[in-house]
């Protein structure tokens, strides 16, 4: 996958965000560069899960993988969650969701994957946003 710095300009698939619109990376790691990591909210783990099980955005053919380490296991190829029975393949599409302020914040869905197993704390605004369910409108 590609490394883009938490809330730097949205750029991967650029001409997909409406006029007018800002738009800014949430979530795309990578080994070697840091990412933050920390506690999230209660609550936030099951909010995400919901919104990439039901809107993710802007899928794609294929998967991209996890390249972080893990720890005592090797994770399949591509990374699967169970999300309320239904098992869902990451790593293929993005989950957008809008901040108070109206500017877009899009993650890849494996965001998911590195909240849950890499302890990746996203950007306050972006938890907002999923706690508050506010998802970009789109297809």
């Known amino acids: 996958m590609t490394y883009y710095e938490d809330l730097s300009p949205y750029?991967?698939?650029k001409e997909s965000i409406p006029a007018g619109v800002s738009a800014v990376n949430v979530g795309w790691l990578e080994?070697?560069?840091?990412?933050?990591q920390g506690e999230v909210p209660e609550g936030f783990t099951d909010a995400l899960a919901v919104m990439v099980r039901d809107s993710r955005r802007m899928k794609m053919r294929?998967?991209?993988s996890c390249r972080l380490a893990h720890v005592g296991y090797t994770e399949p190829y591509p990374t699967t969650v169970?999300?309320?029975?239904?098992?869902l393949s990451l790593g293929?599409?993005?989950?957008?969701?809008v901040a108070e302020s109206g500017e877009w914040l899009i993650a890849p869905d494996l965001v998911l994957h590195y909240v849950s197993n890499h302890s990746y704390k996203p950007p306050t605004d972006f938890i907002e946003a999923v706690m508050d369910r506010r998802i970009a409108p789109g297809e």
């Open 62 to 64: 294929g998967w991209h």
């Open 82 to 87: 169970d999300v309320g029975g239904q098992k």
């Open 31 to 36: 080994p070697g560069e840091e990412y933050t």
């Open 11 to 13: 750029e991967y698939v």
């Open 92 to 97: 293929g599409a993005e989950i957008r969701v």
